[in-house]
């Protein structure tokens, strides 16, 4: 093994330096230890010493001499660039000096070489490359094999695709072939991906009758019906009915067939223009020009099929003694975290609240020390928290402006609020003694609507916002006493029994979209019926004038 990788170094050596340098190295040694020799003799001479130590160097270095000679002699004579050509290193032929060397030889002389020859091809019977010894040349390369999934399926399919013709005139041949043994080609050939797979017409409607009925039923009814369904399936697939199937139980009904709207010959909109009924023959004589204008007719829009979506959930309304407890349940759970918080240090803890009546409780020895000093500091914590206190109370305190609009907003609604209208209709049978109120009332409650009298009946008309509305309605229905507003009062009926007495009543209360008048116009005495109706007619809302008319209260009763 040492010999091996002595021979292995000395390889390398030569092929990173040549041989003219390795002799010019054993030449100049050889000078070195001659001259070491001479001077050592002559030192001897003079000194007639000779020391052991250079003896024994100069016996190793001439030992050393003669196995690199012996070594150098039993190699053959190579040229150098042969030898770095066989190693790989290129040379160039401008640079590379030309050396002649022989073994022995310490010299040598520098002649620039010609340029190299072009490699010449060989090749042998066969095609194949081969060097000057005659050697194969390998020229094939290491394939990249890609490790992809889907590259290393595509080479194995390709590759089936080449084999499978051996493959199947092999199955053919012999009758001892094994289809289980080679490829299996179904694992590398993707099978065919299939085609759409409608359903049935009214399958899922049957089975969700079949769910239902097997839940209400039993599973014996739901199989009872799906054998009937399967006798009905094949009955329409012959030509005959088949005489087998029998009628189904009252329990399970067969599942509703929806009916195809018939195509129809003409269209609805498209009927309306043409005379002749049909599409064949369409010419400016048979059109209908006067249902051609220059308006454009929209179609009439028609419902959804689809359902209303529901509605979302509302907010459940808590009552008054709910709101106080839910207030209290939310104010302890603040007050348990704020307490978490400081436990957990990172909230400072508040100062103690330290008072005349607590002084010795909380201070304890401080507060004996110097007792004027602490009262006054007492007090004036004290005055500086009520302090605080009046600015808090301050700061939420309205302005003037904000406190009208929240009195405004609480006795006649949210001016915003555009969708609230209320409109109430009053039918009274003499109105021209407590007029004044009527119309008072109206003006402060913020009303629009008219009030008109006639012989015969007044009617008054109100529209505004619920809480007005309210206490509008209080005031006509049970403040005023309206047979005590009759002339004479209640004696004067008592006196007269074929006279009416006098009264009030609601004949209609809803809500509308905007209100009708744009003010309120007032207590007006018309003298016909007529021109009273015709304050209502201006205003759009004249059903409101006949619904006071007509209306009985013995039939509202």
């Known amino acids: ?50 020391s052991l130590d250079a003896l024994a160097k100069a016996k190793k270095a001439l030992q050393l001499k003669k196995e690199l000679s012996g070594k150098l002699k039993r190699l053959p004579a190579i040229p150098s660039q042969e030898i770095a050509t066989k190693m790989g290193f290129r040379q160039d032929p401008q640079f590379s000096p030309s050396i002649n060397m022989l073994p022995g030889t310490c010299s040598g002389l520098n002649v620039p070489q010609r340029p190299a020859k072009a490699p010449v091809l060989c090749l042998d019977a066969q095609g194949r490359e081969i060097d000057e010894h005659g050697n194969v040349i390998s020229m094939t390369k290491p394939s990249n094999l890609s490790t992809l999934k889907v590259n290393i399926n595509k080479q194995k399919k390709d590759a089936f695709q080449i084999i499978k013709p051996g493959l199947e005139s092999l199955a053919k ?24 797979q ?13 769910q239902r009925i097997k ?39 067969p599942p509703k067939q929806k009916q195809k709207e018939e195509i129809p010959d003409i269209e609805p909109w498209d009927s309306k223009i043409l005379i002749s009924a049909t599409y064949e023959d369409i010419s400016l004589e048979k059109l209908n020009m006067d249902k051609i204008t220059i308006y454009v007719q929209h179609p009439e829009p028609l419902e959804p099929p689809a359902k209303p979506m529901t509605p979302p959930p509302q907010p459940l309304k808590l009552t008054n003694n709910e709101q106080k407890k839910y207030r209290t349940q939310r104010r302890l759970a603040t007050e348990k975290d704020r307490q978490e918080m400081i436990r957990q240090g990172l909230l400072e803890p508040p100062d103690p609240k330290v008072k005349m009546s607590n002084l010795m409780k909380v201070l304890g020895a401080q507060a004996t020390q110097d007792p004027t000093r602490m009262e006054m500091e007492i007090r004036a914590a004290a005055a500086e928290r009520e302090q605080a206190h009046v600015d808090r109370n301050t700061a939420r305190k309205l302005t003037p402006s904000e406190r009208r609009k929240k009195k405004e907003r609480k006795l006649f609604g949210d001016p915003n609020d555009t969708l609230d209208c209320t ?101 007006r005495k018309c003298l016909s019926e007529a021109a009273a109706k015709k304050l209502f007619v201006d205003a759009k809302v004249a059903h409101y004038w006949d619904l006071a008319v007509n209306f009985s209260e013995d039939s509202s009763c």
């Open 1 to 50: 093994m040492e010999i091996h990788s002595a021979a292995r170094r000395l390889m390398v050596v030569l092929s990173r330096r040549s041989i003219l340098h390795l002799l010019l190295r054993c030449h100049l040694l050889i000078l070195f230890l001659q001259s070491a020799d001479g001077t050592a003799n002559s030192s001897a001479g003079r000194s007639g010493s000779l």
């Open 423 to 523: 409109v109430c209709v009053y039918r009274i049978r003499d109105l021209s003694h407590r007029r004044f109120k009527v119309d008072v009332n109206a003006r402060d409650n913020r009303l629009t609507g008219a009030a008109v009298i006639t012989d015969g009946v007044s009617v008054v008309v109100v529209e505004g916002r619920k809480q007005s509305i309210k206490r509008y309605n209080q005031l006509m229905m049970n403040r005023i006493d309206w047979a005590a507003a009759a002339v004479g009062g209640k004696d004067n009926a008592a006196d007269e029994p074929d006279r009416q007495v006098n009264s009030c009543a609601l004949v209609w209360r809803g809500s509308v979209v905007k209100p009708a008048f744009p003010r309120w116009f007032g207590v």
């Open 215 to 253: 839940n209400q039923f039993g599973e014996a009814q739901a199989k009872e019906l799906k054998v009937k369904q399967a006798h009905l399936a094949e009955a329409k697939v012959e030509a005959d009915m088949n005489p087998k199937l029998i009628e189904i139980a009252p329990g399970g009904r």
């Open 173 to 196: 041949s012999t009758v001892h072939f094994d289809e289980r043994m080679g490829i299996n080609p179904t694992k590398l050939l993707r099978p065919k991906r299939p085609g759409f």
């Open 198 to 210: 409608f359903i049935e017409e009214g399958k899922l409607s049957r089975q969700a009758e079949l």
